[in-house]
């Protein structure tokens, strides 16, 4: 699967690996962004309370900041602004029903 810097959206899979939890002090390789951070998580969504679909989760207010939350599972794909699914892939969801 593949897994994509939130800031960059460059390919990151080589630093993330099979497992999808990361190190805190992480990095892309392409950015140097921290990699461990809320807009990479596949709990964040803006939509959500406290933008975290975790319910046991700490509130992180920098979600662009590498954190300490223990629930943190890299997202898998491309992630969309907002931790929405894009248009793209919402229609391809779609297309992939009817055929």
């Given at each position: ?60 207010l920098e979600k662009d900041l590498s954190n300490f939350c223990d629930y943190f599972k890299f997202r898998s794909g491309m992630a969309s602004a907002g931790g929405q699914p894009s248009k793209k ?11």
């Open positions: 699967m593949a897994h994509h810097c939130s800031k960059c959206k460059k390919d990151v899979s080589s630093v993330v690996g099979t497992n999808a939890s990361l190190g805190r002090k992480e990095a892309c390789p392409h950015c140097s962004t921290d990699l461990h951070v809320c807009l990479n998580c596949v709990h964040y969504d803006k939509t959500a309370y406290n933008e975290c679909h975790e319910p046991q989760a700490e509130r992180v892939d919402t229609l391809k969801k779609l297309d992939d029903l009817f055929k």
